[in-house]
């Protein structure tokens, strides 16, 4: 790969030491504010528009900073944005962590400066975490954006989770096919009872109603959710409720599904999710968890993500959720890996909001836009290169 020649711009001084970072070469290439371009020929560039750029990653070193300076625009990026983080992940050395990245920028005269401001689409929650005041707050600054920009990233049915895919199947037949996978695994017989916990849009109630014949109850603490599940299932036998989990009561039903919700509640909560799980499944009867994990070295959701998407968000490795479950009295009987399956639905998500980004700025702002730009793509390549992973887990009672 060939050397563009330095300018004697910011790009010319921030290029070394960036390359010194990163092993001794730079993944990118750099354009700065002043008009400098430097860097490798043939891959993606990035675009520090001002000096504030550089300043959030001064004042925030690592994954927030650098988030932070792109949803405000500060920073961009020419070419492929998920190339780009490709490059990155892959350049020869240790990745540089957040203290030697901030001694690097303290070089440069043009970076000192007073904090940036937060961006305003960060998330601001109060009260003690994963208190249900709290818990309600977090989910409506994720799902409450509006049915219509949820519309602008998913397929009809509405199904925010990971799909289960086959050769040739769309997104849509992958959606079914996951839903479906549920049904048969716990058992779903017409008339059965069933319980989906963080509900989301109804997809899983709506698809067991109308293919199982279950009686399907769902609970979510999002108004837009149950907005949404009501006109979808005018007539059709579901039932929603806003409801916490934890105000769960009454006669256990026949099955339960929780799909992506387990992540949302909490380290120290988790307990309480699984025990209410339990006492509300039937003796004999079947329960299905679909969860994201992540490795023991990278426990949580990540700076990102939880400031920008899933406030509050905790996601451990897959063999310590199942300890848990077991530990509220459950069997497990089967724990499926369906990691690379997410890395491709993130992509369907990617390309079809995309293909809509100018409506989604229209509805939520450019710097809410930005957000959703650099999850989707963060995310998708998570899954892919194997930092998060998600599986289905089947409990018996």
């Known amino acids: 790969m060939t050397e563009i020649g330095l300018t004697a711009g910011v790009a010319g001084r921030l290029l070394p030491l960036l390359a ?13 504010w002043d008009g400098g371009y430097a860097g490798p020929a043939g891959v993606p560039v990035v675009v520090l528009r001002s000096p504030r750029a550089l300043r959030h990653v001064l004042w925030s070193p690592g994954e927030l900073g650098l988030a932070r300076a792109y949803v405000t625009g500060d920073l ?32 440069l005269p043009e970076v000192l400066g007073p904090r940036p401001p937060a961006p305003a689409s960060e998330a601001r929650l109060r009260g003690r975490r994963h208190s249900k005041g709290r818990d309600s707050d977090a989910i409506a600054h994720h799902y409450d954006l509006s049915n219509e920009f949820y519309e602008l990233i998913l397929d009809p049915s509405m199904a925010y989770s990971c799909a289960r895919w086959a050769p040739g199947d769309t997104l849509v037949d992958a959606q079914r096919r996951k839903l479906d996978l549920v049904c048969r695994k ?33 609970v979510t603490v999002s108004r837009e959710q149950r907005a949404f599940i009501r006109a979808a299932s005018a007539g059709g036998g579901v039932e929603v409720r ?8 009454g006669e256990p039903y026949d099955a339960i599904s929780s799909i ?9 909560n988790y307990p309480v999710y699984a025990a209410t799980l339990f006492r509300m499944v039937r003796p004999g009867g079947r329960v299905v968890v679909q969860q994201m994990s992540r490795g023991a070295r990278a426990p949580g959701g990540g700076a990102f993500i939880e400031r920008y998407i899933a406030p509050d968000m905790h996601m451990r490795p897959v063999g310590r959720t199942v300890a848990m479950l077991e530990e509220a009295g459950f069997e497990a009987v089967h724990v499926e890996s369906m990691r690379e399956d997410y890395a491709r639905t993130v992509r369907a998500w990617q390309e079809t909001f995309e293909s809509n980004y100018g409506r989604a700025v229209e509805l939520v702002g450019e710097e809410m836009a930005r957000v959703w730009r650099l999850y989707l793509v963060g995310g998708g390549l998570a899954f892919e290169q194997g930092r998060m992973s998600v599986h289905q887990i089947t409990l018996a009672r």
């Not at 319980?195 to 199982?212: H, I, P, Q």
């Open 242 to 249: 806003l409801q916490d989990y934890r105000d769960l009561a």
């Open 20 to 32: 010194e970072l990163f092993g001794g070469s730079s993944p990118v290439a750099l354009r700065t």
């Open 260 to 268: 992506e919700m387990g992540e949302h509640v909490g380290e120290e």
């Open 76 to 107: 961009d990026v020419e070419g492929d944005l998920a190339d780009g983080f490709r490059r990155v992940w892959a350049a020869p050395g240790a990745k540089p962590g957040p203290a030697a990245l901030a001694r690097a920028l303290r070089h």
């Open 186 to 218: 716990l058992g779903l017989q017409p008339g059965a009872r069933l319980l989906d916990v963080g509900c989301g849009w109804g997809s899983m109630l709506l698809y067991a109603a109308r293919e199982y014949g279950a009686r399907a109850t769902g």
